[in-house]
C-alpha cells in the first residue's frame, strides 16, 4: 500500500482558540486565555502528514477573504500545496475551540468557502494512482459537497488508497452516502464514540467488526482510536488487534485524532504494515495532546526520538 503523496478534500477552516477553566452555564462567561487564530480542520490532518515526511496537498475549497488567507499561509508554512484557486463570494468558514483544564476541547462551527466545493473542482485534481486521499466526514454533511465527493470518489483511480474520517458529526451523514464512501475507503479511522455512532453497536470491537464487514475496496481495514488506550485495529475478515497507547500527561486533546490519521497515513505510504502504522499514529498523539496550541502532531525526528526512549 505504498503511495508517495497525499490529497485531502476535507475542509480547512480557521480555529478561534480560547483555554477555559471549564464551559460556561448557560448564559453565563467565563475568561479565556491563551487565545488565537490557527488554521484548523483538515489542515492538522495534512500537517502532521507532511511533518512525518509525506508529500500532502489541499484538494478543498477555500475563500478569498482574510481566513482564506490564514489557511493558504499557514498550509505554505509547513510546505503544503493548494490545488485550487480561491471560491469567490465567502470566505473560508471557522470554529471556534474551547479547551478546558483538563484538556478536553469543545467546537462551535460557522460553515464557509469550504463547503462550496463542486464536481467541476474536484474533476480538476490530478489525481494518480501514487496517491492517497482523505475524505472528512464533514464534507459529506452539506451540498454541493456531499454529491460532490461521493460521485468523485468512483472516478479516483483503482489503485489509489482513499482513508474515510467521520469526524464528530458522521452519525448525521446520510447512511447511503456513508455506504457509497465505505464501499470505497481502504481504510475508516475515527474513535470509539464515531464508531458506534456510525453503527449503533455496543462497544468498539463490534463497531469495528460492522464497519470492516460493509467496506469492500482494497486490503485495508477499520482504525478504532481509543485515547491513551490505543486503538484497535480490525481487518476485512473481523480480526481485531489492539495496539497499545502511551501514558502521557494531556493538556491540550485539540488535533490528536487528526495527528493519529497523518501519521498513520505517513508510515503506510513507506510500507509500513497497519500494526506498525497503528504504533507510530498512537505515539504521534500521545506526543499531540501533551503539547497545548494547535497543530502540535510532531516531526519524524521528535516520533522517532519518542518511540526510541520507550524502546
Do not use: K
Amino acid at each position: 500500500m505504498l503511495f508517495t503523496r497525499l490529497i485531502s478534500v476535507g475542509n480547512v477552516v480557521v480555529d478561534i482558540l480560547a483555554t477555559v477553566p471549564a464551559l460556561p452555564a448557560p448564559g453565563g462567561d467565563v475568561v479565556a486565555s491563551d487565545t488565537g487564530l490557527a488554521a484548523g480542520g483538515s489542515f492538522n490532518v495534512l500537517a502532521a502528514a507532511r511533518r512525518q515526511g509525506l508529500a500532502s496537498a489541499y484538494g478543498g475549497a477555500h475563500g478569498p477573504g482574510p481566513f482564506g488567507g490564514l489557511v493558504r499561509a499557514s498550509l505554505a508554512a509547513e510546505g503544503i500545496d493548494v490545488l485550487l484557486p480561491p471560491v469567490d463570494g465567502e470566505d473560508t468558514g471557522w470554529d471556534v475551540a474551547l479547551t478546558d483544564q483538563d484538556g478536553e476541547r469543545t467546537f462551535v462551527t460557522a460553515v464557509g468557502a469550504e463547503a462550496r466545493l463542486t464536481t467541476g473542482m474536484l474533476g480538476a485534481l490530478d489525481v494518480r494512482s501514487s496517491d492517497a486521499v482523505h475524505v472528512s466526514g464533514y464534507g459529506l454533511l452539506r451540498e454541493p459537497n456531499r454529491a460532490s465527493i461521493t460521485r468523485w470518489l468512483g472516478a479516483l483511480p483503482p489503485e489509489c488508497v482513499v482513508l474515510f474520517d467521520p469526524g464528530p458529526l458522521g452519525g448525521r451523514i446520510d447512511p447511503d452516502v456513508l455506504a457509497v464512501v465505505r464501499r470505497r475507503a481502504d481504510w475508516w479511522s475515527g474513535n470509539e464514540a464515531e464508531a458506534r455512532a456510525e453503527t449503533g453497536a455496543a462497544d468498539a470491537v463490534e463497531a469495528g467488526r460492522m464497519l470492516a464487514a460493509t467496506a469492500s475496496h482494497g486490503p485495508g481495514g477499520i482504525v478504532v482510536r481509543l485515547g491513551e488506550r490505543g486503538c484497535l485495529l480490525v481487518t476485512r475478515a473481523g480480526g481485531v488487534e489492539e495496539i497499545p497507547g502511551f501514558a502521557v500527561t494531556a493538556v491540550d486533546t485539540n488535533g490528536a485524532g487528526d495527528a493519529h490519521i497523518g501519521a498513520f497515513l505517513a508510515a503506510l505510504s513507506t510500507g509500513a504494515s497497519g500494526a506498525d502504522a497503528a504504533r507510530r499514529a498512537n505515539a504521534a498523539a500521545a506526543l499531540a495532546v501533551s503539547r497545548r496550541g494547535p497543530a502540535t502532531a510532531p516531526t519524524a525526528g521528535e516520533l522517532d526520538e519518542f518511540l526510541a526512549a520507550i524502546g
